[in-house]
T-cell receptor, first 115, second 117 residues
Framework: ETGVTQTPRHLVMGMTNKKSLKCEQH?????MYWYKQSAKKPLELMFV???????ENNSVPSRFSPECPNSSHLFLHLHTLQPEDSALYLC??????????????FGQGTRLTVV | GNSVTQMEGPVTLSEEAFLTINCTYT??????LFWYVQYPGEGLQLLLK?????DKGSNKGFEATYRKETTSFHLEKGSVQVSDSAVYFC????????????????FGKGTLLTVNP
């Protein structure tokens, strides 16, 4: 399998549930990202991991907890979410360091619905 | 900070029509510019890119030219097809000569394109 794979593709969870989103990249990249895509809003960068260390956390609520056990896998652990957290969650990877820019490759996303 | 502004959608065209989606940016330094496409129910795919001024990125009949003087990267296609119906995102990355946050991509809000037969 190639590229960036996210599971599950769809997830419905209650506000008291705990669930995890999984992302796996087969591109040999060393950086991974979580983005949130909500209707009528720009893509929001949530977390960035470079060489398995978190380098960015954009004021994301603590009910979202990322984990990067190695350079190929990235998780987003979810607990006590709110209905407004319903969105498409996208994982991406890229190769760092780069002097000038990064080119990211995206997974197909997990469509999350919080009920 | 960096920002990307692209034309508001939705854009509705008939098959074989000419497409332009405008994109302008604000950035320090010399960023690289991208167009990503998101088909219904899918993630984002890189459509084309340009890494320096006057570069033209092209793919699948789409083109965009990096215009530093107008800070623009407009997407064009001469003859759209129904299969081009998707959301198109303009994005930029890098340009920070000291390195810094060059790992970040800054996206526009996206433009929904619908092509009717």
């Amino acid at each position: 399998e190639t590229g960036v794979t996210q599971t599950p593709r769809h997830l419905v969870m209650g506000m008291t549930n705990k669930k995890s989103l999984k992302c796996e990249q087969h591109l040999g990249h060393n950086a991974m990202y979580w983005y949130k895509q909500s209707a009528k809003k720009p893509l929001e960068l949530m977390f960035v991991y470079s060489l398995e260390e978190r380098v960015e956390n954009n004021s994301v609520p603590s009910r979202f907890s990322p984990e990067c056990p190695n350079s190929s896998h990235l998780f987003l652990h979810l607990h006590t979410l709110q209905p407004e957290d319903s969105a498409l969650y996208l994982c991406a990877s890229s190769q760092l360091p780069t002097d000038y820019y990064t080119e990211a490759f995206f997974g197909q996303g997990t469509r999350l619905t919080v009920v | 900070g960096n920002s990307v502004t692209q034309m508001e959608g939705p854009v509705t065209l008939s098959e074989e029509a000419f497409l332009t989606i405008n994109c302008t940016y604000t950035a320090t330094g010399y960023p690289s510019l991208f167009w990503y496409v998101q088909y219904p129910g899918e993630g984002l795919q890189l459509l084309l890119k340009a890494t320096k001024a006057d570069d033209k990125g092209s793919n699948k009949g789409f083109e965009a030219t990096y215009r530093k003087e107008t800070t623009s990267f407009h997407l064009e296609k001469g003859s759209v097809q129904v299969s081009d119906s998707a959301v198109y995102f303009c994005a930029l990355s890098g340009g920070n000569l000291s390195g810094g946050s060059n790992y970040k991509l800054t996206f526009g809000k996206g433009t929904l394109l619908t092509v009717n037969p």
